[in-house]
């Protein structure tokens, strides 16, 4: 993300999930289609994307970033042919204190 | 929804389900922060909102218009004193098969 | 449930929202599945289902009779021979009021 | 988990994940409770719990033992004073391939 490091103030970040069910894909192996999504997130400089094993882990500056992304992910699979997508978006938004991934991480370990 | 009785096309209906937590209210009964989100979202004409007891179910013609409504309703919280949302939205977009609320509660009856 | 209905102590109850997703199904049209699992739901007298446009909402006095009849759900759809399924299970658990899908429902109305 | 390094068969592995939010907590901070549900987890030898930024993973063999789990970790929340508690838990149960939350993760980089 541009001018994140090396910045005296960073700013709020928001923090979100992402996930992606292709449904009536004949096989188990979904994970191109995950990967389809995944690539169209990180095309997205306004955020910042983390895959994690149940889900993609977003941080940004704003919802409407956030929503743009996922709009262009959840798109992504039905031009590869899928006819039903199931998305799932949890976001929290905390504004009284700055939060990033990593320090959400750290401050449980 | 306007022009969605009486037509003879309805087109694709997305079904969305949202769901809003308070983070930092004092008091567990946070009813009159889901009720604020709920009201933000029957505001918005493009979308249909249906509460349930787990969370409110939505549909629209596109996402972009469920995205609209929901960044609407998960702010409106921020404007009550809230300092920290949970919001989560979960889409069932079918674009094979037109689907609406009923339709789909009526498949499982 | 028994002795829910004509008793003056109802209890505190816990509500819960479930959904199942089985992957790798050839068509999208997964209603055969999620009915089946609708119908191991059903069959557990300890708690009480509503089958949702997203979701079944979930009643029951305690987490382990949700949990032991959620298993059940899931794990009927392998006998259908669907090899992968994702299930997901958002519990509301409220110590200091009691609470139905009725009156969480209606308090939003 | 015991015997799972160094095996030559390590069985079919359920990747989950596990969210917890308390409610009522006057102050946006939750972290104590979620660490607290955390502990918990990581007290169960029967699964694998992993935090992130957005929840925990949980790997297990059999969903018995993630809702145990899940079970202690959601109740260690109200032996803190906390009235009402949100936990969610999402499963992902494939039965014709080995996954470990590894395995899933590295599939996506």
Redo the contacts between chains.
Sequence with gaps: MPGREGDTKVGKMI???F?I?P?????????KY??AA?KELEKQSSIRA??????T?IEAEN??DI?KA??KA??SL?GLGI???????????????EAT??S??Q???
């Design positions: 923090i979100a999930e996930s069910i449904i009536g894909t004949k096989t188990t192996a979904v994970g995950v990967q995944l983390k895959p994690e094993a149940m889900g882990i919802l409407g929503f996922v709009e959840h798109n039905f006819k039903r997508v199931v998305t799932e978006i949890k976001i929290d938004d905390r504004r009284d204190k991934i990593e959400k991480t401050a449980l370990q």
